[in-house]
């Protein structure tokens, strides 16, 4: 898959060095919602979007479209071991090893320069993580259908009641691996392709359903399964925001529910119809919550 990069100088000097893998755009083509105030007045036109577990920058391809259309820049990380990092997840020992794609797109952001940072899923977790590490290079956290940890949480606590359920859909489609042995915890998740579609696409068009059959890639486990360290005077400065996704087989709406009670945000949103995957499922109603919340 083709990759595009935002024209920052920043950016472009750790593309012509190698540096961290994503898809982004920063092209405006078109005037944003006229009833919403003009982009000069707003902290930060740049979403950054963090893929959730499993997933990678690919997932993002109609939300960067909206984005650009009207007139943000979109960037679309791919965490190690995911999308076209070509790190095996097994060898993924940390969440910081995971999120290091991330920090350090964060990292190379000029002083003054912020983003919004969009996480879904396990992507959460990562958000949280660079909320504690990069505080002033962030304007807004939004966790779509994501782990809103608090501190010494883990993203598996959060997702352990769905995770766990011996009825559940999602407990039966699991497939762990066990590269250091099984009476080790395991270093890798991956679901059964035959539950995939029901599991996270169960709204999702046919198309995005078959790129996801052939672009998911198993979940380095490691980070799952450590505690997030997240201070009030870090982490706590940074605005956050919550969009649910009501017809979400794999994090239902009762869970989600429990994640904003234990960890309230500013403001929630909902998109209506949508299954775990709203960039794919319902991508104008999440535009226009993203679009919201950058105004906000």
């Known amino acids: 898959m083709s990759q595009r990069y935002n024209d920052t100088a ?23 919602d006229p009833e919403l105030p003009p982009h000069q007045f707003l902290e930060t036109t740049h979403f950054v979007l963090v893929h959730g577990g499993g997933y990678g920058a690919w997932c993002w391809y109609k939300s960067i479209a909206l984005l650009e259309e009207a007139g943000f820049a979109a960037t679309a990380i791919d965490l190690t071991a995911s999308g076209i990092e070509s790190t095996d997840p097994n060898c993924v020992t940390s969440l910081s090893q995971y999120a290091k794609p991330l920090s350090d797109f964060l990292g190379s952001l000029p002083q003054g320069e912020k983003v919004i940072l969009v996480g879904h899923d396990f992507g959460g977790a990562c958000v949280s993580h660079a909320m504690e590490w990069y505080p002033s290079k962030i304007s807004k956290a939004i966790f779509v259908a994501a782990a809103m940890p608090t501190n010494s949480q883990r993203a598996f606590d959060v997702f352990a009641v769905e995770l766990m359920s011996p009825a559940d859909l999602l407990l039966q489609a699991q497939i762990f691996t066990y590269a250091n042995g099984e009476s080790n915890a395991p270093t890798a998740l991956a679901f059964d392709r035959s539950a995939v579609k029901e599991l996270f696409f169960n709204r999702s068009p046919a198309k995005d359903v078959a790129l996801a059959s052939v672009s998911l890639r198993p979940i380095p486990f490691a980070p799952v399964l450590e505690r997030l360290v997240l201070t009030q005077d870090k982490y706590g400065t940074v605005r956050r925001f919550f969009v649910e996704t009501p017809d979400d087989n794999a994090l239902t709406s009762e869970l989600q529910h429990r994640i904003v009670a234990g960890n309230p945000p500013e403001r929630v949103f909902k998109v209506k119809g949508s299954d775990h995957s709203p960039f794919f499922s319902k991508p104008q109603s999440l535009h226009r919550a993203l679009v919201e919340i950058a105004h906000s």
Not at 11 to 31: D, E, N, T
Request: proline share 4%.
């Open 10 to 32: 920043a950016a472009a000097a750790l593309h012509r060095k190698g540096g961290f893998a994503r898809s982004s755009s920063a092209r405006p083509r078109s005037l944003a």
